[in-house]
Every structure is written in C-alpha cells, then in structure tokens.
C-alpha cells in the first residue's frame, strides 16, 4: 500500500512539473541576471539591429529551433531596423555560459545598443515576440 502510495505522489509531481515547463515554454520574460548585460557585433559574429536585435541560440538537432529561425526571420522582415542573429550554441560555449543558456531554442532581445531586454526559452509567439520588440525600439 505505501509503494501505491509513494508512486502516485511521483507522478503528481512530474505532471506538476510537466505542466509548469511547458506554459513557460516559449514565453518572453525579463530576467534579472540579463540587466546590465549587452552583446557587440564581435561576439555576436553580425552587425546588430538599427533598432534591435533578435539573437537565437540553436543547435543543430534541435526541431523547435527550425520553426523558431522561421518566427524570427519573418518578425526581422515586417519590422524596419531589425535584425536576426542565429548562433549555434554548441560551437561559442563560452558565451552560451556567460548568458546563462541552458536550452535551445533561446532567443534573446537586444535594443539597438545591444542591451538584452527580453528572454525567451524555447519556440515563441510571434505576436510575443513582436510585443518584445515593442519594448526594445
């Protein structure tokens, strides 16, 4: 009986759990430890935005990351003066580190003088990440 128990306990916690990654799956957020923190052209590897910039972080197995490049190449396209810079996380270790990335998709916000705003773990919204960038220019 307290085995029934104990298992079922687990699995209300992983469905917990399940339940809490994916509605903050894809959500753009402001996080703390990003303030302060800004991106130039040289670690990026690009030119920034006039207006702002759209840096994904992706790997090279990563499905969400394919739909995720799309979203972000389309919002670039509609707003005037903004960029999109895909980096691939397994090859700049080092600044994936720095940022705090710890999966892929992630897609960072940055205004023009490359100062992030906004954070977004896995696929996004586009109207989420158009709402983002209203922040950011």
């Not at 670690?43 to 979203?71: D, K, M, N, W, Y």
């Not at 992030?116 to 990440?129: E, L, M, S």
């Amino acid at each position: 009986m307290t085995g029934l128990m104990v298992c079922c306990a687990v699995l209300a916690a992983a469905s917990a759990c399940a339940v809490l990654r994916r509605r903050r799956n894809g959500r753009v957020r402001v996080r703390v430890r990003d303030e302060g923190q800004r991106l130039d052209a040289a670690e990026l590897g690009a030119e920034l935005g006039e207006r702002a910039t759209l840096v994904q972080f992706s790997s090279a197995f990563c499905a969400p990351c394919r739909a995720t490049r799309r979203i972000l190449g389309e919002v670039a396209g509609l707003v005037p003066g903004v960029s999109h810079v895909e980096i691939d996380a397994e090859s700049r270790l080092g600044l994936v580190r720095r940022l705090g990335i710890l999966r892929t998709p992630t897609v960072l916000v940055l205004d023009a003088d490359g100062r992030i705003v906004r954070r977004a773990t896995g696929q996004p919204r586009k109207a989420d990440v158009i709402a983002a960038l209203g922040e950011a220019v």
